[in-house]
């Protein structure tokens, strides 16, 4: 089973930008879908950008032309370019990845993985108005 280990989480101004990077310890491209997810206190916890084993790339209408998801399989590394941060993006980010049996699926307005086999620990971001 893969590990996942996140990094590049802490504080940022409204309006300022964070890159998350995600290392895998296992070969990235054969997982059907990575993804980032986020839980901020007393919410459930939601994906925001997943990519799937084509490169295919799927994002919340909440981080839509704010966040850019990357994958690049000869590092194992997965990463979040988060721009134009607003305080609602405050929360804990995971990154998460599937197996041969996941999928990526988005829907009214919602991305996700299915069958996730691993997550990473999370790292917190903070953003301050």
């Known amino acids: 089973q893969v590990q996942l280990g996140e990094s590049g989480g802490g504080s940022a101004q409204a309006g300022g930008s964070l890159r998350l990077s995600c290392v895998a310890s296992g070969d990235t491209a054969s997982n059907y879908c990575m993804g980032w997810f986020r839980q901020a206190p007393g919410k459930e916890r939601e994906g925001i950008a997943v990519?799937?084993?084509?490169?295919?790339?799927y994002y919340a209408d909440s981080v839509k032309g704010r966040f850019a998801i990357s994958k690049e399989n000869a590092n194992n590394t997965l990463s979040l370019q988060m721009n134009s941060l607003k305080p609602e993006d405050t929360a804990t980010y995971y990154c998460a990845a599937t197996g041969p049996f996941g999928g990526s699926w988005s829907s009214n307005g919602h991305v996700g993985c299915n069958n996730i086999d691993a997550w990473g620990p999370g790292t917190l971001v903070t953003v301050s108005s």
């Open positions: 990519v799937d084993i084509d490169g295919n790339t």
